[in-house]
């Protein structure tokens, strides 16, 4: 069940919230001071006294405009009885009589001059006022009540788009904060993964370095252990041939001669390098793996920051041109080269292939996707609710037109002014559309292979917006594929 509120009055406040339960109903301090302060005006009047009365004075019942007195229900009694005195004008007590006399001719002010605009007496018709549109102060009066009423009216609705403003402005503002701590939030996991990314590459490199490092001492340590060997043996050598040389013995030199002058087993021993193990190869490889990873984690990051934006897109058959065929749901459109007589709408497209998407945005961040695969031509992207639908025209963003297309099966431009040629590594064969309306952004995105195709910036949208859509010409059979919205997958 739905429940809506309704001011003190009774009167709805234009809400249009609804509830699944009752909530506590609240008062609406603003409007209530507001009336409260208006009761107090009308309701304050100064109390008149009776002038006749002597020492204590009683509440006044009536004035009298010719005596220019007012009196107490006892002092009015004369003006009841009296013959010449129940001819006398009498009105509700009053403390300002002078503003009910005419101070030229002393007496009571009984008609209103339209033409002067002021209220006259008897006497002032004869001779100031004479031929002028006069009526009663009674009727003028009643006609100036009504204007007060209709500008009392006037008053509370402006008093109710006041409120329903500040209400709007609080909605605004909260769904501004709920937006931000929700960016906030994506923000946070966003850059958590890309430090924990880069921390993870520098352990990893961290660990390489020692790796090689540890290889490194290894190495060197045989080298050192093969080399003390080396020395070893030829200071061995050295002492024997020191014993030699020294001995008379020509006989004993000749036949040790040859056992201790065979060639020593020297390996070819490597320069000795002050270079780290870790090249600047391998830190530039690292860095470059790790600014590869850093731009697909920000693609991915970006990409499901996009995705929260994601709408339910229909398709709005009043605008589908003659020759397109939707399907019962909605979602998907196609070209079959036959022209449909149907019903002549002005929201209708006559001249190009072209439906719109039922949904309007006038403000805020939406993102839908459409698979464009088996297509050899299409165009998408948002149009503004204005462009033209019955005459030619050219698809720019200058006539509200903000677009991507396809054509002879290779060919990708972007609608521009002037046109330009995209480059594309990868064919899409989804499209995502992500517009942001106060930033004045559209961006074309490859789901797939989570790319930009390309994107509108500072653009300056004063007006709605629908999703925009075109299978283009069927092409006898070769672009007969349909346009399909699909859901948005947020995993």
């Known amino acids: 069940m739905a429940f809506s509120f309704l001011l003190?009055?009774?009167?709805?406040p234009n809400c249009k919230e609804?509830?699944?339960?009752?909530?506590?109903?609240?008062?609406?301090?603003?409007?209530?001071?507001?009336?409260?302060?208006?009761?107090?005006k009308t309701e304050e009047k100064p109390e008149v006294l009776c002038d006749i009365c002597e020492k204590v004075k009683l509440k006044a019942v009536k004035s009298c405009l010719v005596c220019q007195s007012s009196?107490?229900?006892?002092?009015?009694?004369?003006?009841?009885?009296?013959?010449?005195?129940?001819?006398?004008?009498?009105i509700d007590p009053v403390n300002n009589l002078r503003d009910y006399i005419c101070l030229k001719h002393k007496r009571p002010l009984e008609l209103f001059c339209r033409d002067d605009q002021t209220c006259v007496c008897l006497i002032c018709t004869v001779n100031d006022h004479?031929?002028?549109n006069l009526v009663s102060v009674k009727e003028e009066s009643e006609e100036k009540k009504i204007e007060l009423l209709k500008t009392q009216t006037d008053v509370q609705q402006k008093i109710q788009d006041r409120i329903k403003k500040i209400q709007d402005i609080k909605h605004s503002a909260e769904l501004r904060r709920r937006n931000t701590e929700k960016e906030k939030a994506a923000s946070v996991e966003i850059f958590t993964d890309l430090i924990r990314s880069i921390e993870r590459s520098q352990s990893e490199m961290m660990k390489m370095m020692e790796e090689k490092q540890k290889a490194a001492e290894k190495q060197d340590e045989g080298l050192i252990k093969d080399l003390e060997q080396e020395i070893t043996e030829l200071k061995r050598r050295n002492t024997e041939l020191e014993k030699i040389t020294n001995t008379e013995d020509h006989l004993h030199q000749?036949?040790?001669?040859?056992?201790?002058?065979?060639?020593?087993?020297i390996k070819n021993w490597p320069e000795i390098s002050m270079k780290s193990h870790v090249s600047v190869e391998d830190t530039l490889r690292s860095l470059t793996q790790l600014q590869e990873n850093l731009h697909e984690k920000l693609s991915q990051a970006e990409f499901k920051w996009m995705q929260q934006y994601a709408v339910d897109v229909t398709l709005d058959p009043d605008t589908a041109n003659s020759y397109l065929i939707l399907s019962d749901d909605n979602k998907q459109v196609r070209d079959e080269g036959i022209w449909h007589k149907l019903p002549d709408n002005p929201k209708r497209f006559d001249m190009y292939s072209i439906v719109l998407g039922k949904q309007e945005f006038s403000s805020g961040r939406f993102y839908y996707e459409v698979q464009v695969k088996g297509k050899t031509e299409w165009s998408l992207g948002?149009?503004?609710?204005?462009?033209?639908?019955?005459?030619?025209?050219?698809?720019?963003?200058?006539?509200?037109?903000?677009?991507?297309?396809?054509s002879n099966e290779n060919r990708y431009i972007a609608a521009a002014d002037p046109p330009v040629s995209l480059s594309l590594k990868v064919k899409p064969q989804k499209v995502g559309v992500f517009v942001d309306y106060e930033e004045g952004l559209v961006l074309f995105y490859n789901v797939e292979s989570r790319s930009h195709i390309y994107f509108f910036i500072d653009q300056s949208f004063n007006e709605k917006l629908h999703p925009y859509f075109s299978p283009c010409n069927n092409n006898k059979g070769k672009n007969s594929a349909p346009l399909i919205i699909t859901p948005v997958d947020n995993n």
């Open 8 to 12: 003190p009055d009774g009167s709805s």
């Open 18 to 40: 609804r509830f699944k339960q009752r909530p506590d109903l609240k008062i609406n301090t603003t409007l209530r001071d507001l009336v409260d302060e208006h009761k107090k």
């Open 71 to 90: 009196y107490c229900e006892t002092h009015l009694v004369p003006h009841m009885r009296v013959t010449g005195l129940q001819k006398h004008k009498l």
């Open 254 to 265: 000749i036949q040790i001669h040859s056992s201790i002058c065979r060639p020593l087993n």
């Open 382 to 406: 948002v149009a503004r609710e204005s462009v033209k639908r019955k005459e030619a025209t050219t698809l720019t963003p200058a006539n509200g037109f903000w677009t991507v297309s396809l």
């Open 130 to 132: 004479r031929n002028h």
